[in-house]
Structure formats: structure tokens, C-alpha cells
């Protein structure tokens, strides 16, 4: 009896550990999949395995680095990058960083790499407004107009406010030798509606996820 009751505790580990390492929602402001307020490094290597739990510093400006705990270095498909509110004891994720073509990690509302600022627009149901392309913040949606992605932030007197999701996009790389290239190039603000916008059809290319304090 006592040897059945110790196999069903150990097949009920190894159950919830498979059920957080296929979890890859992420919901802005409160966690992205088993990742939240109450993680630590340590935990992750419970959920993920240590070999898929590294370490390396993230370049935040020229010169400025920062502790970083690196999920699935070597899967482009589930990579993700966490910064830390206590790098030392790196426990209470700050934020997640997930940056490429194709990813499996995707939000409540359906946002992963490679989304379209079409399929934004149709998400948000409001113009969005976004900064031009080839800077350093290039790409960076702003403001999602009053649509229905508030979790990007919504101007006030004060700044940007309740922003927990930060979306990145870049135009498609078959498109790049059209005139609009030109054309939406630099720190300026663009509307998604715009031709020029239209005519390059970008795409998601990095999510910065705000996790909340605990």
C-alpha cells in the first residue's frame, strides 16, 4: 500500500511539472505561463529542467547590463529571456522578454510572434499608433487609441499608464526594398491605417511581458 501511495505522489509531480512546461499563455500583468510574481530561478529548474535553464547578461543600453535567467537557449521556438526585481537571488520576475520569428509563447488575446499589425488592428478595433523603423526603439506600438488592447499603455498628463505588454514589429523582410521603407523610417509616429504602414505589412518580432509585483 505504501509503495502505491509513494508511485501515485511521484506520478503527480511529474503530472503538474508537464502541465506548467506546456503552459506558454501569457497574460500581461500577471504572468507568462507558469512564470509569476512567486518565481524564482529555482523554481524554473523544477519546471523545466536545469539543462533548459541558463544564465546570461541582457544589454539594456551600450554598456548597461543586467542579470538574466534564459528559458530554452537553444529552441528558438521557446526561448524566453526573465529579468529579475532581486538579480541576486533571482526571485520576483520583473519582466519577460521574448524576441524572434516564431514562438510558441502567445498571449490571452492571441499575440505571438510573427502577428501581423493587420491582425493587431483587428484585435485592438482602433488604429494603432506606432513609432517608424531603424532606431533603436523602432517599431514600438504607443498607443492603442481606446481599442481593446489597454494592456499596451494609455497616454495621460503623467505618461503612459497600465501599460504590461510592450509589442515590437518590423516590416516583412520581402518588403523591405519598397518605397514605403523610406518612407516610415526614424523616431516618428505612424498610424497602423496609414498606406505606408499597410504596404509593409510588419510583424511582431519581440513582446516584453510586465509581470506584477507580488
Not at 481606446?146 to 499608464?161: D, H, I, M, W, Y
Not at 505612424?190 to 504602414?197: I, N, T, Y
Request: a neutral charge; aromatic letters at 6%; hydrophobic letters at 40%.
Amino acid at each position: 500500500m505504501r509503495r502505491w501511495v509513494t508511485a501515485l505522489a511521484v506520478l503527480l509531480v511529474m503530472a503538474t511539472r508537464c502541465v506548467h512546461a506546456a503552459d506558454w499563455l501569457i497574460v500581461p500583468g500577471q504572468r507568462a505561463g507558469p512564470i509569476d510574481a512567486r518565481a524564482s530561478e529555482a523554481r524554473m529548474v523544477e519546471m523545466f529542467g536545469a539543462r533548459n535553464v541558463t544564465r546570461e547578461p541582457f544589454e539594456v543600453e551600450p554598456g548597461v547590463t543586467l542579470p538574466a535567467t534564459v528559458l530554452f537557449a537553444s529552441d528558438a521556438s521557446r526561448r524566453a529571456l526573465v529579468l529579475w526585481r532581486d538579480p541576486e537571488a533571482r526571485t520576483a520576475p520583473e519582466s519577460v522578454l521574448i524576441r524572434g520569428e516564431r514562438s510558441v509563447w502567445k498571449t490571452d488575446k492571441g499575440i505571438t510572434l510573427g502577428t501581423s499589425l493587420a491582425t493587431l488592428r483587428r484585435i485592438n478595433g482602433r488604429p494603432l499608433t506606432l513609432t517608424g523603423f531603424g532606431w533603436d526603439l523602432a517599431g514600438t506600438v504607443l498607443d492603442c487609441n481606446g481599442g481593446s488592447l489597454t494592456e499596451l499603455g494609455q497616454p495621460s498628463r503623467a505618461g503612459l499608464v497600465g501599460r504590461t505588454l510592450v509589442l515590437r514589429l518590423e516590416p516583412d523582410p520581402a518588403l523591405r526594398d519598397r518605397p514605403a521603407s523610406q518612407q516610415t523610417l526614424g523616431d516618428r509616429e505612424f498610424s497602423s491605417d496609414s498606406e505606408a504602414m499597410r504596404s509593409l505589412n510588419p510583424r511582431v518580432y519581440e513582446l516584453i511581458v510586465d509581470i506584477a509585483s507580488p
